[in-house]
């Protein structure tokens, strides 16, 4: 059987807050809603523009991730599936949505005026307003024990990305 692909990769820009929720066994799941835009000049020399709007569903801990840095209007990159679920309505009509089931997210832009950042590690979530006496100290680096040069540097990557 010959190999499938279903991957998304969109950059764009919230059209809502998104809405963070758990499922009856906790799991966590966040729903966004990103427009993407595109621009164009007609053979006539008139200037287009058109927007799509995307519906995005974020499981576990990225749905978390999403619904503490995610604002409406931010820029972000995210990565996914489609899927396509269907139910019966009231009135027993098949119905259709499709979404993208995000695998990444990352933020694009930086924080706003009067907004503090927030960085997300692997064990804390501190912003970045506060003392460094108030933090606790992270463990001085060590020679790589198993770990790609890739996470190395994925751990030097800016504070902008939340991961």
Same mark, same amino acid.
């Given at each position: 059987?010959?190999k499938?692909?279903?991957?998304? $990769?969109?950059?764009?820009?919230?059209? =809502? &807050?998104?809405?963070? /929720?758990?499922?009856?066994?906790?799991?966590?799941?966040?729903? *966004?809603?990103?427009?993407?835009?595109?621009?164009?000049?007609?053979?006539?020399?008139?200037?287009?523009?058109?927007?799509?709007?995307?519906?995005?569903?974020?499981?576990?801990k990225?749905?978390?991730?999403?619904?503490?840095?995610?604002?409406?209007?931010?820029?972000?990159?995210?990565?996914?599936?489609? $899927?396509?679920?269907?139910?019966?309505? =009231? &009135?027993?009509?098949? /119905?259709?949505?499709?979404?993208?089931?995000?695998?990444?997210m *990352?933020?694009?832009?930086?924080?706003?005026?009067?907004?503090?950042?927030?960085?997300?590690?692997?064990?804390?979530?501190?912003?970045?307003?506060?003392?460094?006496?108030?933090?606790?100290?992270?463990?001085?680096?060590?020679?790589?024990?198993?770990k790609?040069?890739?996470?190395?540097?994925k751990?030097?990557?800016?504070?902008?990305?939340?991961?």
């Open positions: 059987m010959a499938s692909l279903n991957k998304v $990769q969109l950059i764009g820009n919230l059209t =809502k &807050d998104p809405e963070l /929720k758990f499922t009856p066994n906790g799991a966590a799941v966040c729903t *966004i809603g990103i427009a993407t835009n595109r621009s164009w000049t007609t053979d006539s020399g008139e200037k287009k523009d058109e927007a799509d709007f995307h519906r995005l569903v974020a499981w576990n990225l749905a978390e991730i999403c619904g503490q840095l995610l604002k409406k209007g931010r820029k972000v990159y995210v990565e996914g599936r489609l $899927q396509t679920r269907n139910w019966q309505d =009231k &009135d027993g009509q098949t /119905k259709y949505m499709t979404e993208i089931v995000l695998s990444d *990352i933020l694009l832009d930086s924080r706003r005026d009067g907004e503090t950042s927030t960085v997300v590690t692997d064990e804390f979530n501190v912003p970045e307003n506060l003392d460094e006496s108030q933090v606790p100290a992270a463990e001085e680096p060590t020679k790589s024990k198993g790609s040069k890739k996470e190395e540097v751990k030097e990557a800016s504070d902008d990305i939340p991961f």
